[in-house]
């Protein structure tokens, strides 16, 4: 279904039909799986890292990663007489984001859409009308290509790679076609309104099966070498962009960019993170929220490099490659992303369109001029930047009542105000912040409301309310910092 609802009073019709609907869904809001799941259940929580990362909570909370038919008129008098409001006080049109930040930003509107989220007829509704890019939160990492496996290969088969025949671990690509085939639907019967697709991610120490990294894809074996290492990773970034990007694919053409390497750089020394980043998380579990079995393996940035080089041999010539990462404003930890991004430029067989600024932020951090410096900072080497995980985390005292909601959307109004104003007074210095992706579209979806240990992370106790839209489907007066009518 999409219930297609320009007007306040429209939206407030269609949260009473999405919530009949929703009901009517199996699993439907009932997202009870933490971080790191490790099985490939759909009630997966929204992001299984944040995208966001990696570091160590103490670091982490230090710097807080269609069409449908139409109500008829009868149904509409109705619903409006029992919400006993004035209809003239909600006809007020509701601006349409992707227009709003085209015009006023000159950047796209993305979203994050993970599992069944994309089932939810509310949750499709705002995409399809307010964002023209959409990021899936988890379906295109290693550990969902590979089924989910985690603790074990989920078998292998020989494959070609540069006139050579390896063995490779099977890929299971189900979980990310199931929302990606919905958007080709879209695309097909709204050529005017065509949502494109950010993939995310290639290379990341998180999400990815610790198997990968050893002899014959089995943990309890010895590491592999670094050239038996550089075949498979080749293979895989050959594999993943060619079904997704290559010339015949399905979705050819659909993705704008990819994420190619993710969290690279420790929160703790501002270098690159290594297998030691926290020394309480064995190096054989299954997957990793800290360490890193790829500087295990190379012990250096070769990785990285490579990557880069596999990733722009394979991929084709517009599709846009990235560096992401968060806790991107702390000054020590800029120096070290900074560094990976000239390392990256300055190698040969490589390219690099942007820095993804991840933009997990707390209502306290970072400031204003921490961001306008990275934007500046992160644009100086690599030309442009990307906000690709935007939302901010709850003041301490929210307790979710609605109460506390009046003071806490205020807050948050001014907060997203604060880092339009950083945005707005980078690109007057001629910083190009091509897109803005928000990690989510409503707050119960949103991965902070669950436990994470990654970075950017919460402790799944306290209530947040960290994204454009609420609960019922409605926008917040946050949205109209980014839609063109601040001073609601």
């Known amino acids: 279904m999409n219930f297609l609802c320009t007007t306040r009073l429209k939206v407030k019709i269609c949260s ?86 085209r015009e006023d930003l000159g950047a796209f509107a993305g979203c994050a859409v993970t599992g069944w989220e994309a089932d939810d007829p509310g949750v499709w509704n705002i995409i399809t009308t307010h964002f023209e890019a959409v990021t899936l939160g988890n379906e295109l990492k290693p550990d ?45 019967a709204n050529p005017d309104r065509k949502l494109m697709v950010r993939g995310h991610v290639l290379v990341w ?31 895989y970034i050959k594999t993943v962009l060619t079904y997704y990007t290559g010339e015949g694919s399905k979705y050819e053409g ?14 703790a020394t501002g270098t690159y993170r290594t297998d030691a980043e926290n020394p309480n998380e064995p190096l054989d579990n299954d997957t990793h929220g800290n360490n890193s079995s790829w500087w295990h393996v190379y012990e250096s940035n070769e990785y990285i490099i490579n990557a880069f080089k596999f990733a722009n041999k394979y991929a084709p ?25 000239e390392s990256v430029k300055d190698s040969e067989g490589t390219r690099i369109s942007a820095m993804g600024m991840q933009g997990h932020y707390s209502m306290d951090s970072p400031s204003a001029t921490d961001i306008q410096g990275s934007i500046q900072s992160y644009s100086d080497v690599v030309g442009k930047v990307q ?47 091509a897109g803005l992706t928000f990690w989510g579209t409503v707050d119960k979806y949103s991965w902070l409301q669950y436990s994470s240990n990654v970075g950017g992370g919460t402790n799944g106790v306290q209530k947040q309310c960290p994204l454009l839209f609420d609960d019922n489907y409605e926008p917040k007066p946050c949205f109209y910092v980014f839609a063109g009518q601040a001073d609601k």
């Open 144 to 188: 969902a290509l590979f089924g989910y496996s985690n603790s074990k290969c989920p078998g292998t088969y020989t494959d070609d790679l540069n006139g050579e025949q390896i063995e490779v671990p099977k890929l299971d690509h189900s979980r990310a076609d199931k929302i990606l085939d919905q958007i080709l639907e879209w695309n097909e």
């Open 254 to 267: 659909l993705f704008y960019g990819w994420d190619v390497v993710n969290e690279a750089v420790s929160d």
């Open 205 to 235: 120490h998180s999400q990815t099966p610790e198997w990968f990294f050893h002899e014959d894809y089995d943990k309890n074996n010895p590491y592999v070498s670094t050239d038996v290492m550089n075949k498979r990773l080749e293979w």
């Open 16 to 101: 009473l039909a999405i919530a009949a609907a929703c009901a009517a869904m199996t699993g439907c809001g009932d997202t009870t799986a933490g971080d790191t799941a490790q099985e490939p259940v759909e009630t997966a929580a929204p992001d299984e890292e944040t995208d966001t990362g990696t570091a160590e909570d103490a670091a982490a909370d230090e710097t807080a990663d269609v069409s449908d038919d139409e109500t008829d008129e009868e149904t509409t008098a109705e619903t409006d007489s029992d919400a006993g409001e004035d209809a003239s006080d909600e006809t007020a049109e509701v601006p349409v984001l992707r227009d709003s930040m």
């Open 387 to 433: 906000f690709t995980e935007l939302d901010v985390r709850a003041s301490a005292d929210y307790d979710g009542s609605d109460e506390s909601k009046v003071t806490e959307y205020e807050k948050q109004r001014k907060r997203y105000n604060m880092i339009r104003y950083a945005i707005d007074s980078a690109k007057v210095n001629g910083c190009e912040v």
């Open 317 to 341: 010539a517009d599709l846009e490659l990235y560096y992401n990462d968060y806790n991107e404003c702390q000054m020590n930890k800029r120096a070290g992303i900074i560094e990976l991004l």
